[in-house]
């Protein structure tokens, strides 16, 4: 295995995967109690998971993971970085109800493999792991809001990162199922471009007054 990298202050094994910068501006959009419970779905080799369990070290933190070779990834990043307060959790979140209980969580948040399965290029190199964890071939985000529901105490924070062009479609299926928007960043990928990607921050069983739409980068 190749050497770790560095990482600001944190030391990362990535093997394909790159630390991307949405990726790291949403784990800044997430907020977390000072104390408490958060579940991260679909944890990858751990980037949120390390720089959220340092940012907030008396919050317990479950990361759930379903790939084997991500989630030893994620145990081996846990331990170059030292970190004590995250429970790595080896559980496919369609199957959440084995796994964790019910109502334990303050805060769930997760960036699910959201690229359309139209966009993978059937000449594509890249392995199993990278495609499950990046295209939405096998679970959906659907079934992250569902293994949220199950986890989430009422009246508590869902954050979740999602293609722009489906931002309708999301916000709707959010409020489906009682998550209602309360915070959104739509991220560009550069000055008079579109908006690829989006966060939102939504609190479940309290229906939202005003959104908070926040400033671009
Ligand atoms: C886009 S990656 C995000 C990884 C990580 N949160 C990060 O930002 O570095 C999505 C992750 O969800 C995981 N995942 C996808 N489906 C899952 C499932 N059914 N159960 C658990 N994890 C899942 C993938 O293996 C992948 O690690």
């Known amino acids: 295995?190749?050497?770790p990298i560095k990482f600001g202050q944190?030391?990362?094994?990535?093997?394909?995967?790159?630390?991307?910068?949405?990726?790291v501006k949403f784990f800044e959009f997430v907020k977390l109690p000072k104390r408490g419970v958060a579940v991260e779905l679909g944890?990858?080799?751990?980037l949120g998971t390390?720089?959220?369990a340092h940012?907030?070290?008396?919050?317990?933190?479950?990361?759930?993971?379903?790939?084997k070779s991500l989630y030893e990834l994620l145990l081996k990043n846990l331990e170059l970085n030292?970190?004590?307060?995250?429970?790595?959790?080896?559980?496919?979140?369609?199957?959440?109800?084995k796994c964790l209980p019910s109502q334990i969580a303050d805060v769930v948040y997760c960036n699910p493999p959201f690229w359309r399965k139209e966009f993978l290029n059937p000449s594509t190199k890249k392995g199993k792991e990278y495609i499950y964890a990046n295209f939405e071939v096998d679970t959906?985000?659907?079934?992250?809001?569902?293994?949220?529901?199950?986890?989430?105490?009422s009246y508590k924070r869902f954050f979740l990162m999602m293609d722009t062009p489906r931002f309708l479609e999301i916000v709707d299926f959010l409020r489906s199922k009682k998550l209602y928007p309360?915070?959104?960043?739509?991220?560009?990928?550069a000055k008079g471009k579109k908006s690829n990607v989006f966060f939102v921050e939504s609190f479940l069983g309290k229906p939202t007054k005003e959104l908070e739409v926040l400033p671009p980068d």
Request: aromatic letters at 18%.
């Open 82 to 97: 030292k970190v004590s307060n995250v429970k790595p959790v080896f559980c496919d979140l369609r199957e959440i109800k």
């Open 182 to 189: 309360k915070r959104v960043k739509f991220v560009f990928p």
């Open 43 to 46: 944890a990858g080799f751990g």
């Open 50 to 52: 390390v720089m959220l």
């Open 1 to 3: 295995m190749k050497d």
């Open 55 to 67: 940012r907030y070290p008396q919050t317990t933190i479950y990361a759930v993971e379903y790939q």
């Open 10 to 23: 944190f030391l990362f094994l990535q093997r394909d995967f790159k630390i991307s910068s949405d990726n």
């Open 140 to 153: 959906t985000y659907r079934d992250f809001v569902e293994a949220a529901l199950w986890l989430l105490k």
